[in-house]
């Protein structure tokens, strides 16, 4: 008998082997950093499919031999559907995901009802496949990486797409693939499902099932200083979340919840106690406003977080060098920012996107922190939103946003 084969042997293939083990599903597994590059032939040869973690893509050369092989390759979201009945809620885009799924999560647990959360976010979606029936509602973050690879069987009953700009070109072979990965959330949507999008997201897509664009509801909007909810209000200065573009995630997660259950007041203590997600415009300054966004990996999330503030500030960005185009940034720092200080692999190349701004090139994380110390004060605030991975210096964006606050507890 043909075995699975697991790529990737981090948590998302361990919990795969794990299940897989459990019932009886006969698999092997493979990894770039500790299996030879022959044994993958022999893998391929006693396989009839590859299920891959969220890192592997078509660049990888063991994928590539694999399709040209004929040999099924899919992700972990789309075996673990094979598994799951009950309704499943699917959150992407390239921005706000982390902070949409967790809104929701929290409002539809206030309702009473019992949710897993996983996918993107932490927990591989295969954990909620041991037993769903735990479960009132499984809502996941999906990635690009997740939705490349899926094929008949991810079918959310709720589809929801956020946003999409340039991001993850190391990993994707183009941006037309990158949104066309984005774009297969909807892929199995039928007539009974829901498409929550903003409209001017994505064009030339045709999807199944009722779509709503929750910036454009009648019931749940917003005016300059409130969000209506049918009838009901938030102040928008008693929300926790910083910024016009977290007033469309509320906007987004309201919509979802909305599907389930009627918003009443507890809904909306949620949304005023509700704190953003750790590494994404979290204050964490005293007597001074001071902000880790290191979970800011594109240009677009480092323009929300210029857009967020009014000016006065001093910006601390770079990483690994993703050969990203940087040019949107130009308008709102030349507008917002009287000091940009650059770091990492790609701090040469911003700096020759940004030459007619104040630049300070700085050789590593520590002195950036110190320099932006110096130079910020109350009347700005001080901003780490590098605008792209981690990859270059640090294991994670979480971990380079711990290091930054660190560095700040340290030289403060």
Known sequence: MKKILIYGMGKTGKELARFCTKRKIPFSTFDDNSNKPEEFQKNLRN???????????????????????????????????????KPLIAITGTNGK????????????????????GGNIGTPLIKAAEDDSKYDLILIETSSFQLQFIDSKFHPNVSVLLNISENHLDHHLSMKEYVASKKKVFKNSTITDYAIIDSSAILNTRIKGTVIDPLKSKEIYTTNDKIIIKGMEIIKKEIKLIGPHNIKNILFSLNIFSLFKEVTNKQLKIIQKFSPPIHRLERIGTNREIINDSKSTSPQATEVAIESFKKNIVLIMGGKDKKLDYSSLLAPIRKKVVLLILFGENKFELAKVFDKNKIYLAPNLYEAVRKGLKESNKKGPLIFSPGTSSFDQFNSYSQRGEVFKKYVKELS
Request: a positive charge; charged letters at 25%; aromatic letters at 6%.
């Open 98 to 117: 982390t902070t949409t799924a967790l809104l929701t999560y929290d409002l539809l647990k206030s309702s009473g009802l019992k949710v897993f959360l």
């Open 47 to 85: 396989c009839n499919r590859i299920i891959v973690s969220p890192g592997v893509g078509l660049r990888n050369e063991n994928i590539k031999k694999a399709i040209k092989a004929k040999i099924k390759v899919i992700s972990e979201i789309e075996f673990a559907a094979e598994f799951i009945s």
